[in-house]
């Protein structure tokens, strides 16, 4: 890091999104193929939506993904729109009252 560089830090609020693919490894000990072809579409589903919301791609590890967002919202409102894409229901309609 040159001189210039450490007097003038820039930084940069982000929000920050993880995914993954749910029961990934039991998928993998049961079919690998099967596998496969859900971390394709993972990543298909990620390098499609991720524009739409401001986002873009830091890393992949394994089935998992790191997406930067500058606002929190983009970043809930791609989380919320992956889920739906890959056929999950959405969080409110997911969420079922404890008390009845």
Excluded: W
């Amino acid at each position: 890091m040159g001189a210039s560089e450490s007097a003038n830090p820039t930084r940069e609020l982000a929000a920050i999104m993880f995914s993954d693919i749910a029961g990934y490894t039991a998928i993998m000990g049961r079919d690998e193929r099967k596998a496969l072809r859900a971390l394709d579409d993972h990543r298909d589903l990620l390098r499609t939506i991720l524009p739409r919301f401001n986002g873009r791609l830091v890393g992949e590890i394994g089935d998992g993904t790191l997406s930067s967002f500058h606002s929190a919202l983009d970043a809930v409102n791609c989380a919320r729109g992956s889920s739906g894409a890959a056929g999950r229901p959405q969080p409110e309609t997911a969420h079922r009252d404890p008390l009845g």
